[in-house]
């Protein structure tokens, strides 16, 4: 099991460059085992063959992470509890312009939240995100509203 602490700035993307979906995507299927108060989650994921299970914890910038590696069979075992709190989403990666280490994760929604799209970028240290000048193309910063956590996307849709 892998122990982390997340560090992650999250934007929406109002328009999205085209020469940024010219790159493949992969499609990932996300589903919620529990979700508890306080920003704690436990949910599965299936994406390019592959099967996790992750439990979140904490809010805002930094949160804790594990995920274990699931099998295929184990995974769909699981999917049907997810019923009614699950996302689908493409995610294409994309390198930041002069930050090597920097990848920006844009995930456009799918099913329900079509027309959704959202930035993502994982850093090194808080320092590191605080200081990270986004491109002009990305819009309004959602990192600390709930309502775009994807637990809150996969339980009550996209917010008004």
Known sequence: MARELEVERKWLVPAVPPAELDRAGEA?????????????????????????????????LARREQSVTLDGGQFEALWPVTAGQRVEKTRYLIPVPGAPKLTIELDVY?????????????FESAPAATAFDPPDWFGLEVTDDRRYKNQALATSGRPR
């Open 28 to 60: 990932i299927d996300q589903g919620y085992l529990t979700i508890g108060e306080g920003g704690t989650e436990t949910r599965i994921r299936r994406r390019a063959g592959e099967y996790v299970l992750t439990v979140k914890s904490g809010t805002g």
């Open 110 to 122: 799918g099913g329900d939240l079509t027309g959704l799209v959202v930035a993502e970028i994982e």
